[in-house]
């Protein structure tokens, strides 16, 4: 996946906000939290941080490709990173995004949620 695919794939759920932040990561947000974090890494390759459940985590963070996600991981936070080969296919990837916007969501202040109009999310 490539950044502008990463970027038009977030962009393309309801109710998100994107900035630059963190030395130039392309981050994604739903009601002010993040829930993918895009940066190049040294292979060149697009890497994606998502927040994913505790069993996603227990199945994903040992696959090729794939690692709990530096600084958030070592805090006890459920977040990997898809940072090489093989790692996940772009409709792989497009679904942990789609579930980390969602678990985020979720999270959010039922306030949060009725003013961005989310509550279907549940």
């Not at 994107?18 to 939290?33: C, M, S």
Request: glycine share 12%; aromatic share 12%; net charge positive.
């Amino acid at each position: 996946m490539t950044y502008d695919e990463y970027n038009a794939y977030c962009g393309s759920l309801p109710h998100t906000t994107y900035v630059v932040q963190w030395r130039g990561a392309h981050v994604w947000k739903i009601g002010g939290k993040v829930f993918a974090i895009g940066g190049w890494n040294d292979t060149g390759l697009t890497g994606v941080t998502f927040k994913v459940s505790e069993i996603a985590y227990e199945i994903l963070k040992d696959q090729a490709g794939l690692r709990p996600a530096p600084y958030l991981a070592s805090r006890g936070m459920t977040w990997i990173q898809h940072y090489g080969k093989p790692g996940l296919s772009d409709s792989d990837l497009e679904s942990y995004l789609k579930t980390s916007y969602e678990i985020v969501g979720r999270g959010l202040t039922k306030k949060k949620q009725r003013e961005l109009g989310i509550l279907e999310l549940h």
